[in-house]
């Protein structure tokens, strides 16, 4: 059975910075693209940042190009979203998801696998 468990999430401030965890088990890990999502209240899900198989190619949205970072330990099973400089805006539920083979797009239906989310609230 496959899991996908996000952590890290939580109250920040302004301008501070937050580290989100995805774990995947059941799975054969280094076979998924990686991605986050995030869906703030009223609003659709969107795409935030996926990374391929290897770690070595990475997509982002534009709006969290030069605050994010999303990386991958194979060996942990486990994708991260490094967040700085975080703005009121960023505040969303934020989500995992794997995507099996290559990286082939941004779009949810793209992904097979999700986790359940992690709370993200940045306060002014």
């Known amino acids: 059975q496959v899991q996908v468990v996000e952590s890290g999430g939580g109250l920040v401030q302004v301008g501070g910075s937050l580290r989100l965890s995805c774990v995947a088990s059941?799975?054969?890990?280094?076979?998924?693209?990686m991605g986050w999502f995030r869906q703030a209240p009223g609003k659709e899900r969107e795409f935030v940042a996926a990374?391929?198989?290897?770690?070595?190619?990475?997509i982002y949205a534009d709006f969290v190009k030069g605050r994010f970072t999303i990386s991958r330990d194979n060996a942990k099973n486990t994708v991260y979203l490094q967040m700085n400089s975080l703005k009121p805006e960023d505040t969303a539920v934020y989500y995992c998801?794997?995507?099996?083979?290559?990286?082939?797009?941004?779009?949810?239906?793209?992904?097979?696998?999700w986790g359940q989310g992690t709370q993200v609230t940045v306060s002014s």
């Open positions: 059941g799975l054969t890990f280094s076979n998924y693209s």
């Open positions: 990374i391929t198989r290897s770690g070595s190619n990475r």
């Open positions: 998801a794997g995507q099996m083979g290559n990286l082939r797009g941004t779009k949810d239906y793209d992904y097979n696998y």
